[in-house]
């Protein structure tokens, strides 16, 4: 019995629970995607660094699950919270009837079951079928063969997606029984005869609370945005805070002044039907304050995220590109045995590593240059700006140019023979000239910022000229990212031998086709590895070394993105149909709310086109509204990213907003075109 | 020619096996500028009558013709727009917009005619004044007393100068004192105004201020009186005369 009203409630309700259910669906499909990869991939063919990398992330993601779980147990609480509110009639005939409270909270159970199994077994049939296209992106972006693939279905995923879910709904149970068994028979009967009061907020307050919030905003958006350098933890933190709070000001002002100003313009209030649809809207967005801002806040959210992750993505397989322009690279030096300063490694010769294995380096390669970099202890970064140094550390108080670290020197025929093997432009200098390159994030902006006042630099004792106002932006040592933070070159005869920091060795592989690099490549690697292993074990004392090969870097670099947009979009797909998913229910629940009034227009004569453009545009705001702050936050907040992200990101950003425009057009979007054929449907005229 | 003209209404419900007749070949012509007070108990079928000529239920045979048109024949936008610019509607629970002020409420039925704001404002407060709401026109439906109420859906109903006002049970919901203050509005809209006013009532009160009054039992018109040159009084004696003969059974009354 108690079963059959359940579901024939369900079924009553349908409407309301539509977008309800859907939504579960979606929760419960994506949660299972993302959990499933781990078993999706496993019959992939990869290496072992893209093994390594598939392993950090499904670690992530399954970090990652729990924030996305109390996401999700929010909203269903929230939207469950919601639909019983709409009961409260049903919930008092019920007791009138007599029914105990028990009863109607084991009625709302049964429900809560129905729905919770209904929408996990949908939601992780699609999840089973959506996790097929997993493994074929993934396949795709570790360029793994998808030969082996055969349908899988990840039990783990499944009994995890059904744990975390049975949880969340089993809170939602304990909540409603617990408000059913506080609840009193009059309240319940008196909370449908709500008084409609129209509380019009004092347009100078709203004007002046508006002004403030605005002005609170700015400064929050100067601080983060424009003036990022001298951004302290602290007041990040109250930026942050500050534009929360301003947030919510500005929705709170901009509902009781969004009437007032249209009203102002009666040419345009009194035009059809829009008089009408500007007191709904504000008496939405009136009583949704709180929500909109929560909503505004995590599309803020969203977008950051998604456009990061993309930048990252896209950087990551720029930034090979152009910063790993040969096939292998090491780097040695044997420590320093300085007592003093036990961080530092001189000298040390990588021919004589191999030559303990009677190996050599130089077979695999068909070009390679061998050089080593220089270091002289009286030639620091602070000694080459001199008496600039206190000027320049009061306006710059990142950490990394607080450090005075001995500056990199290279010979000048070793720079431009590793020039010709990068294909990069070569430099001429003069007996007393020297030159700084640098690439990574700030450094090429501030040592050219000291050399345009042409500074001498005194290198092992003689005085040097800078050859050029600007620093050369160019890597010299291969990696991942930009992570050249200044080189000196200087001529080869200024350099003391005494001075041999890195022995370093850059090479490309003696083959032209995919397979003879591979073949290549192993024995490379195999070499090095054994030599290295020979000589780290013996007892020599500390030595210190960098191998890495182009083909390492690209895996470690597609992993990366991937991992970055794997999280970005899991995140962003949740919030995004979260936030969509509360629009939505509240909007439908207006509007069939005010199916009297739609009654009303209809028997007053208004054309149902004209209705229709009034829920569409009454819908359009409201879903707008938070969108257009949230673009405006996550604008500034990429400003601030970009500042932030210079040491790993290059590249453009618009690829990468473009995506994440495309992504938010989709769900949220999406949830907005389901409301407004939703409301249109619950506020025609049932016959 | 007549303003409203029906001919042979009739108004099914239900199917086949249970047919109830709400409305029994009923015919009948509304001069331009006439008061016509619909009576009957509930039931009677008054309600779904006037429900028909305002288009909001679909007759099952017959013909209504305001003046050339025969509105039984429009569909779609043309009900519409026949609805919002030759009728105006009062109802007996006034129907206002919770969400409008008494100002825009009246304001909505131009505007939805899409008329410049100018002329909305100068026709609103004319209107009002006319129907002395003038001083609660930027109050909230929920503010104002049930008369003021009423009101505000009359000015709603008559500001689009409409060919024909249609009220269903005005006073209704009204005290004495409300009604009779709602009912002399009408009265000065339907002389002052030349307002055609065509009001379903079960009271006899209210009948009693129109200046024709159409009785109608089990769907079908039972009898029909008109004020003449008499005093209100006087017809409202008349009126309480045919009610009782309608009220009791016809052979009681004989």
Redesign the interface.
């Known amino acids: 019995m108690l079963f059959k009203i359940s579901l024939s409630n369900i079924r009553k309700s349908l409407k309301d629970y539509a977008i309800y259910f859907f939504t579960l669906v979606l929760g419960v499909a994506v949660f299972y995607v993302f959990n499933a990869i781990e078993t999706q991939t496993s019959f992939l063919k990869v290496n072992e660094d893209q093994r390594e990398m598939i392993k950090v992330l499904t670690t992530s993601i399954s970090a990652v699950s729990v924030f996305i779980a109390v996401v999700l147990g929010l909203l269903i609480v929230y939207a469950s919270r919601f639909l019983m509110k709409r009961r409260n009639k049903e919930f008092a005939l019920y007791m009138m009837l007599g029914m105990s409270k028990w009863r109607i909270s084991a009625l709302l159970l049964c429900e809560t079951v129905i729905i919770g199994i209904g929408s996990l077994f949908v939601g992780l049939l699609i999840g089973v079928g959506l996790s097929q296209v997993m493994s074929a992106v993934v396949a795709n972006l570790f360029e793994a063969d998808m030969n082996a693939y055969k349908f899988t279905v990840s039990g783990s995923a499944i009994t995890k997606t059904i744990i975390y879910f049975g949880i969340m709904y089993a809170v939602v149970m304990l909540r409603s029984g617990f408000v059913i068994s506080k609840c009193r028979l009059i309240t319940l009967m008196n909370s449908g005869r709500r008084?409609?009061?129209?509380t019009m907020k004092n347009l100078w307050v709203c004007v002046i609370v508006f002004l403030i919030s605005a002005a609170a905003l700015g400064w929050a958006y100067y601080s983060v945005g424009w003036n990022a350098e001298h951004l302290s933890l602290r007041k990040f933190g109250l930026a942050i805070i500050v534009g929360c709070v301003a947030t919510f000001f500005i929705f709170w002002s901009v509902a009781g002044m969004l009437l007032r100003v249209m009203m102002s313009a009666?040419?345009i209030?009194?035009?059809?039907?829009?008089?009408?649809t500007f007191?709904?809207l504000s008496?939405k967005v009136n009583t949704t304050v709180a929500s909109m801002t929560v909503i505004c806040l995590m599309l803020f959210v969203t977008i950051c995220t998604l456009s990061t992750a993309f930048t990252i993505r896209n950087s990551m397989n720029q930034g090979v590109e152009e910063n790993y322009p040969v096939d292998f690279y090491v780097q040695f030096a044997e420590s320093a045995d300085d007592p003093e300063k036990p961080w530092l490694y001189k000298g040390g010769n990588i021919d004589d590593v191999y030559a303990q294995q009677n190996e050599s380096i130089y077979d695999e390669f068909s070009e390679y240059l061998h050089f080593h970099d220089y270091i002289d202890d009286d030639f620091t970064f602070y000694d080459f700006m001199g008496d600039k140094r206190d000027e320049f550390l009061e306006n710059n108080n990142e950490i990394y140019s607080r450090f005075n670290f001995t500056e990199t020197i290279i010979k000048l025929s070793d720079y431009n023979a590793l020039m010709k093997l990068y294909g990069r432009e070569q430099i001429e200098l003069a007996d007393d000239e020297y030159a700084v390159c640098a690439n990574a994030l700030g450094f090429t902006d501030i040592y050219t910022g000291f050399l345009k006042d042409k500074p001498e630099a005194v290198i092992y004792g003689k005085s040097l000229k800078p050859k050029f106002t600007k620093c050369i932006e160019t890597s010299i040592y291969p990696g991942m990212q930009a992570n050249n933070a200044g080189v000196f070159i200087v001529p080869d005869n200024a350099v003391s031998e005494n001075g041999q920091c890195f022995d370093n060795f850059v090479g490309n592989y003696n083959a032209t086709d995919k397979k003879g690099v591979e073949e290549a490549e192993k024995t490379a690697r195999a070499k090095w590895e054994n030599a290295a292993h020979w000589y780290t074990s013996d007892a020599k004392g500390g030595t210190n070394y960098i191998m890495s090969t182009r083909i390492e870097t690209v895996n470690s670099a597609i992993g990366i993105g991937a991992i970055v947009t794997f999280l970005g979009l899991y995140i962003g797909f949740i919030f995004l149909v979260s936030c969509g998913a509360i629009l939505a229910l509240k909007e439908l629940s207006e509007s069939a709310d005010s199916l009297p009034?739609y009654t009303?227009?209809?028997?007053?004569?208004?054309?149902?086109k004209?209705i229709s453009k009034s829920i569409f545009s009454q819908s359009g705001i409201f879903f707008l509204l938070p969108l257009l702050l949230a673009c405006l936050h996550a604008y500034v907040g990429m400003r601030f990213g970009k500042f932030g992200l210079e040491l790993l990101v290059v590249g453009d950003y618009i690829k990468p907003v473009l995506f994440t425009a495309a992504i938010v057009v989709l769900i949220y979007g999406g949830y907005f075109l389901l409301t407004f054929l939703g409301s249109k449907a619950v506020t025609r005229e049932q016959k | 020619m007549s303003l409203l003209r029906l001919q042979n209404v009739e108004k099914y419900y239900g199917s086949r096996s249970s047919l109830t007749k709400a409305v029994d070949d009923i015919s009948f012509d509304v001069e331009k500028g006439e008061f016509t007070a619909i009576m009957g108990a509930s039931g009677s079928g008054k309600t779904t009558l006037l429900n028909c000529i305002s288009t909001i239920d679909r007759v099952t045979a017959g013909h209504i013709m305001l003046e050339d048109t025969d509105i039984t024949k429009l569909k779609g936008k043309e009900l519409n727009k026949f609805r919002r610019d030759k009728l105006g509607f009062i109802f007996q629970d006034f129907n206002l917009m919770d969400t409008l002020t008494a100002y825009e409420n009246i304001a909505l039925a131009l505007s939805i005619q899409k008329r410049p704001a100018k002329e909305i404002d100068k026709a609103v407060k004319t209107v009002a004044e006319q129907l002395g709401i003038t001083e609660v026109l930027n109050k909230y439906p929920y503010e104002m007393s049930g008369g003021q109420k009423q009101r505000v859906a009359s000015a709603r109903a008559i500001v689009t100068s409409p060919k024909l006002v249609l009220a269903d049970e005005p006073t209704g919901a009204l005290d004495s004192k409300s009604s009779k203050m709602l009912l002399e509005r009408f009265n000065y809209l339907n002389h002052e105004c030349g307002a055609t006013i065509i009001m379903v009532t079960h009271d006899s009160f209210t009948a009693s201020y129109a200046s024709r009054v159409l009785f109608i039992k089990d769907g079908k018109v039972f009898n029909e009186i008109n004020r003449g040159g008499g005093s209100r009084k006087q017809f409202f004696d008349k009126i309480i005369n045919v009610v009782t003969l309608l009220g009791g059974d016809v052979s009681d009354a004989l």
Do not use: A, C, P, T
């Not at chain 1, 008084?195 to 129209?198: D, G, P, R, T, V």
């Not at chain 1, 209030?269 to 009408?276: D, E, K």
């Open positions: 008084s409609e009061k129209i009666k040419g209030y009194h035009h059809g039907l829009n008089s009408f007191r709904q008496s009034r009303m227009l209809r028997k007053l004569g208004v054309d149902e004209d």
